[in-house]
């Protein structure tokens, strides 16, 4: 007789996340190089102006900064999406 092989059971794939529709409209305003002096020289970060809003009467606006331009806007959006304010229209 053969012997066989037991195979252990396939794992199934998880589905494939569908790309998560976005609540609110984000738009960078501004994007600034600053400077900090150091004994070696300047060390340069970003800093970036975004503005988030919901097309109805929510609006947010953010400052960050960060090492590179897309953590300051990273982190730009996320104080925005925290200092929301509603505005009549």
Same mark, same amino acid.
């Given at each position: 007789? !053969?012997?066989?092989?037991?195979?252990?059971? %396939?794992?199934?794939?998880?589905? !494939?996340?569908?790309?998560?529709?976005?609540?609110?409209? !984000?738009?960078?305003?501004?994007?600034?190089?600053?400077? %900090?002096?150091?004994?070696?020289?300047?060390?340069?970060?970003? %800093?970036?102006?975004?503005?988030?809003?919901? %097309?109805?009467?929510?609006?947010? +606006?953010?400052?960050?900064?960060?090492?590179?331009?897309?953590?300051? +806007? #990273?982190?730009? #959006? !996320?104080?925005?999406?925290?200092?929301?304010?509603?505005?009549?229209?």
């Amino acid at each position: 007789m !053969e012997a066989q092989i037991q195979q252990a059971p %396939r794992r199934q794939r998880r589905p !494939e996340m569908a790309p998560e529709e976005k609540q609110f409209d !984000e738009r960078t305003l501004h994007i600034d190089r600053v400077a %900090r002096v150091v004994k070696g020289g300047r060390r340069f970060r970003f %800093r970036a102006l975004v503005v988030v809003g919901d %097309r109805k009467n929510k609006v947010g +606006i953010g400052i960050a900064k960060g090492a590179d331009v897309t953590a300051a +806007i #990273t982190k730009a #959006t !996320e104080v925005a999406k925290k200092n929301f304010i509603t505005v009549s229209l």
